[in-house]
T-cell receptor
Framework: GDQVEQSPSALSLHEGTGSALRCNFT?????VQWFRKNSRGSLINLFY???GTKENGRLKSAFDSKERYSTLHIRDAQLEDSGTYFC???????????FGTGTSLLVDP | DAGVTQTPRHEVAEKGQTIILKCEPV?????LFWYRQTKIQGLELLSY????????DGGAFKDRFKAEMLNSSFSTLKIQPTEPKDSAVYLC?????????????FGPGTRLTVL
């Protein structure tokens, strides 16, 4: 079936620095979503992309369907950015989201 | 701005019981999904409705799982009879599908424990 490989599985950042999360897809995907799981376990929508890039504050995401990957860039990380981030992709044919395994981000002072 | 709501948040059932999980999608959304999440299997699609019509009934889940959508703002997932292996988090999601693209929004989930 469709596979989504997310990396890294864990990431530690100092406050004010930045990094990128990446998801690779084994097949062509129609769209990708990025979520953050909040303290109550709910998935918070960060981005939905069918192509190109989107930016929201200190977060920026890109999706290349042809090259089969998506990235989530975090800049100027803050303590409240700590949490688990997931990508999820929708296949070209179909509607079921396939989730990555998540990235546990820890931002420390 | 209400998101997807699910009730109950937690459910404990004895083996063999019937349980009903409830979901209210985002107002105006026309797609509704029921997923099951476990550590081993990850996220599995149980049912998919488009404009209240059942499009996907979950294949292997058909025999004891039944999802219904009586109106556009309410859906239920019935598990009958429950088995211990049904213990999982059940997620409901909704989306507004236009031009073949649809961002899914998830509810907080119902954590089911079957003893």
């Amino acid at each position: 079936g469709d596979q989504v490989e997310q990396s890294p599985s864990a990431l530690s950042l100092h406050e004010g620095t930045g990094s990128a999360l990446r998801c690779n897809f084994t097949t062509t995907m129609r769209a990708v979503q990025w979520f953050r799981k909040n303290s109550r376990g709910s998935l918070i929508n960060l981005f939905y992309l069918a192509s190109g890039t989107k930016e929201n504050g200190r977060l920026k995401s890109a999706f290349d369907s042809k090259e089969r990957y998506s990235t989530l860039h975090i800049r100027d990380a803050q303590l409240e950015d700590s949490g688990t981030y997931f990508c999820a992709a929708e296949p070209n044919m179909g509607y079921k989201l396939t989730f990555g395994t998540g990235t546990s981000l820890l931002v420390d002072p | 701005d209400a998101g997807v709501t699910q009730t109950p948040r937690h459910e404990v059932a004895e083996k063999g019981q019937t349980i009903i999980l409830k979901c209210e999608p985002v107002s105006g959304h026309n797609d509704l999904f029921w997923y099951r999440q476990t550590k081993i299997q990850g996220l599995e699609l149980l049912s998919y409705f488009r404009s209240k019509s059942l499009m996907e009934d979950g294949g292997a889940f058909k025999d004891r799982f039944k999802a219904e959508m009586l109106n556009s703002s309410f859906s239920t997932l019935k598990i009958q009879p429950t088995e211990p292996k049904d213990s999982a988090v059940y997620l409901c999601a909704s989306s507004l599908r236009t031009n073949n693209y649809a961002e899914q929004f998830f509810g907080p989930g119902t954590r089911l424990t079957v003893l």
